[in-house]
């Protein structure tokens, strides 16, 4: 299990927070979905649960984070530049999980991703794969180290329909929590049972986050129905200055 406590991460440079005081228990089921807009901090936030040495040459980070016994599956936003002009079995090769694993481990992994075991030994350089391919061969090296929970930073980006098909049965199949981010709505709706929104309010001068354990068109409904009672309130509130200012004599 990971528990995050009370977690601030701010720039480095202009102290601008990104995350404040944020707290989250990751349930064995969950499948928790980070969404908001670009430059709101959900990458950051992410790699910090994944390991904090990373983002410390640009960010301060307070708060806990404890993922005792936890093995972490991260998955970047982009495949890591050294990774680039290796051959796909070259890039297996990396993994001692992988000269490690049986012939049927192997087989249900890539039946599991959809694919054969030939996956693993193909001569093709991980930059020339597609991105649906690039996805599903990092998930493979990835369960080969068998992970207790998944971080997987914007999955679905460049993917076709039926790879982004598979991702969403991946998410919603998969026996272990899944954090993730995704701008799909589609995805996130067939998929996430916990929302976490972040986001930079006050002209991007404050941060604020939302944690909510319902699925993403019931938060996207909550919502809109704030958003109209805060419309209702603050026209009522221009109504009631017009009123008051209508009754203060103009002949003073």
Not at 64 to 76: A, C, D, F, H, V
Not at 167 to 194: Q, R, V, W
Request: aromatic share 8%.
């Amino acid at each position: 299990m990971i528990e995050i406590h009370n977690l601030t991460i701010c720039h480095r440079y202009d102290l601008r927070k990104m995350v404040d005081d944020f707290t989250l228990t990751v349930k064995p089921t969950d499948k928790i979905a980070i969404i908001g807009e670009e430059g709101n901090g959900k990458s950051t936030l992410l790699k910090c649960i994944v390991d904090q040495k990373p983002i410390d040459n640009y960010c301060e980070v307070q708060g806990t984070i404890r993922s005792k016994n936890e093995r972490i599956g991260y998955l970047p936003q982009e495949l890591e530049h050294k990774h680039a002009d290796k051959t796909v079995y070259e890039y297996f090769c990396e993994s001692d999980a992988f000269l490690l694993a049986t012939p049927s481990q192997l087989h249900d992994i890539a039946q599991g991703l959809g694919s054969y075991m030939e996956m693993y030994y193909q001569t093709q350089t991980m930059s020339s794969l597609s991105g649906g391919e690039k996805i599903k061969y990092q998930l493979a090296a990835m369960l080969l180290e068998q992970p207790s929970i998944l971080l997987l930073d914007e999955p679905s980006n460049d993917l076709d329909i039926r790879t982004l098909a598979w991702l969403e049965n991946f998410i919603k199949e998969s026996k272990i929590p899944i954090i993730y981010i995704s701008h799909d709505e589609t995805l996130l709706a067939n998929t996430a049972n916990c929302i976490v929104h972040l986001e930079l309010v006050k002209r991007k001068t404050e941060a604020r986050h939302t944690i909510m354990n319902i699925g993403y068109e019931a938060y996207k409904e909550l919502r809109n129905k704030q958003f109209k009672k805060q419309m209702i309130d603050a026209q009522s509130e221009c109504r009631q200055d017009k009123l008051r200012m209508e009754k203060i004599p103009t002949d003073l």
